[in-house]
């Protein structure tokens, strides 16, 4: 068995959120782990609509909506991109925003 990576789980969810005139949220579940590199696959979220085009989402965890990703956790954090960074959700519901 190898040791926990920053106290990550297989079965956790992490949390991207980015955008420039909007924000998007991503989330993602460890599916497999080593001593130095974690593996996720993005899951699907739930929107709840609080206003025109903001509210509230929540992840999907049973539903996987695109194939595995593996990096290094660092500091908290995993690059699932270019322009994005995932770190541990913290259970809350995220703000999201939708530009027309």
Do not use: H
């Not at 909007?22 to 974690?38: A, G, L, R, S």
């Amino acid at each position: 068995m190898y040791p926990i990576v920053e106290n990550v789980l297989i079965g956790q969810i992490l949390c991207a959120s980015w955008g420039y005139e909007q924000t998007n949220v991503d989330f993602y579940i460890v599916t497999k782990q080593t001593d130095k590199m974690v593996e996720v696959v993005p899951i699907a979220c739930e929107k709840q609509y609080t206003g025109d085009m903001y509210g509230m989402c929540t992840p999907v965890p049973d539903k996987i909506i695109g194939g595995p990703i593996r990096r290094r956790f660092k500091n908290g954090y995993i690059k699932v991109c270019s322009y994005a960074w995932a770190k541990m959700w913290n259970g809350m519901p995220q703000t999201f925003t939708e530009y027309a």
